[in-house]
């Protein structure tokens, strides 16, 4: 399910030109356009949560009951069709760009839920999303999503966010890898978990659950608290980021070798658990 938003011009205006629509467009990073007969798409690639979105320029208007509105306003058979089993963290994302849109074009937008045309506010568009996810997963579960603390997920997307920048900030000598969503089907644990290989010099993304230790061969699996337990004397904490992120590097990076037995003692299953995307973990 799509949530679909129209964009208007007030007729008093020159007609858009849509040339200069897509240009804009290309400028922006993860779009690409496609070309149908049917209609044009300039389609988002969030390579960091693995998911799309698109914005569609068609050949009629999509818009039901558009005689009932304001006549002072045209459809421009513009429209952004934005998902809405995604966390908020993306949609406050894809909504502000949607703004930028409207003021670079001069557009308002229009909804099913409207009265009529209106100008673009992000947090009026914002509780929109909230209320039609809401109702969503009450009329059609979660499929396949799973809901984490809001506040800490939250934190965990601007990492994601920020690995090229932390990538930056320490010259490449360390390896700064996504963290990701996981569920057990057994008994529906879910967090986040991260993949370490042991010996090597990393960041430690905040509020994660699970590490995953790669060893020589081996994997293990272990829950958060037990990890640091172990290893947090071989950690420093970087302070100028995100709250609960850590370093280890250089020779202590290599000291957590001496570990390994520590941790394969601690252990879990971890053929329960199943990996997820991050846009596929919610806010509660």
């Known amino acids: 399910m799509a949530i679909n938003i129209h964009f208007f011009r007030k007729s008093s205006l020159e007609k858009i030109d849509f040339d200069k629509v897509l240009d804009y467009f290309e400028t922006l990073p993860n779009f690409k356009i496609y070309y149908t007969d049917e209609y044009v798409e300039a389609v988002c690639n969030d390579k960091d949560f693995e998911f799309e979105y698109r914005y569609l320029i068609t050949r009629q208007s999509r818009v039901k009951g558009i005689y009932d509105l304001n006549p002072a306003y045209i459809n421009i058979n513009f429209l952004l069709e934005m998902p809405v089993l995604i966390p908020s963290f993306l949609a406050k994302e894809i909504l502000t ?10 557009l308002d937008i229009y909804h099913e839920s409207f009265a009529d045309v209106k100008p673009f506010n992000v947090v009026d568009m914002l509780v929109l999303f909230e209320q039609m996810r809401a109702q969503y ?8 999503k799973i809901k984490l603390d809001g506040e800490k997920l939250g934190i965990v997307f601007k990492y994601q ?7 930056d900030y320490y010259n490449g000598e360390v390896t700064v890898g996504s963290c990701f969503p996981m569920i057990s089907h057994v008994n529906s644990v879910s ?6 290989t042991l010996g090597e010099a990393a ?3 905040p509020y994660i659950d699970y590490i995953y230790v ?26 100028t980021f995100l709250p609960d ?5 250089g020779k202590n990076a290599k000291s957590c ?18 990996p997820l995307r991050l846009c596929d973990a919610i806010e509660e």
């Open 97 to 106: 760009l949607a703004q930028k849109i409207c003021k670079q074009f001069d």
């Open 137 to 144: 997963v009450e009329e059609y579960g979660l499929q396949g």
């Open 257 to 274: 070798k001496k570990e390994v037995k520590k941790l394969a003692k601690f252990a879990i299953d971890a053929s329960t658990f199943v």
């Open 203 to 205: 960041v430690f993304p």
């Open 214 to 239: 790669e060893n020589e061969g081996q994997t293990y699996l272990v829950k958060r608290a037990d990890f640091y337990r172990i290893l947090s004397k071989y950690f420093i904490e970087i302070k």
């Open 191 to 196: 967090g986040i978990g991260y993949r370490w």
């Open 245 to 249: 992120l850590y370093v280890i590097k």
């Open 161 to 167: 966010r920020s690995i090229q920048s932390l990538i």
